[in-house]
């Protein structure tokens, strides 16, 4: 007669099934990824060094020679308070004052709700008419009432 106990009648207790959780995969799992992210965290907070500019708030200076553009909110471009009728007269006028000695600047007006496509078509075509200085008008924000204002 064979005997088979022992074979799976729990003679072996220290072989039965165990309830507790073996972590030693999950942390090296996570000293892995920590090692990774200490690797790719200093890559990605260096990038291209630019020396940024300042916030400066000048007032402008107004001059017979500079050109005001303004764009409402619907794209219409204005020239000095008159409407241009297309971006090819636009770029005529633009040329034929980019020759002017000393050159005028362009001082740009734009609505805040215009889309930045309508920008973008007025800064192309005072670059393509050789146009060297464009400035942006903006309206500095209040937070609060000036004491003259209150």
Not at 88 to 116: G, M, T
């Amino acid at each position: 007669m064979t005997d088979h106990r022992g074979l799976f009648d729990g003679a072996d207790d220290h072989h039965g099934l165990s309830a507790a959780i073996n972590t030693t995969p999950l942390v090296d799992v996570m000293l892995v990824l920590l090692i990774i992210f200490l690797i790719t965290i200093p890559v990605v907070t260096h990038s291209v060094p630019v020396a940024l500019p300042n916030e400066v708030n000048q007032p402008t200076q107004t001059r017979p020679d500079n050109i005001v553009i303004a764009i409402d909110k619907t794209g219409r471009v204005y020239w000095n308070n008159a409407i241009m009728s297309d971006r090819a007269a636009l770029l005529a006028a633009l040329k034929a004052r980019a020759s002017d000695q000393p050159q005028p600047e362009v001082h740009i007006r734009a609505d805040k709700d215009v889309a930045y496509e309508f920008v973008g078509r007025v800064i192309v075509d005072c670059q393509r008419a050789g146009i060297a200085k464009i400035a942006f008008i903006t309206q500095p924000e209040r937070d609060e009432a000036s004491p003259a204002e209150r």
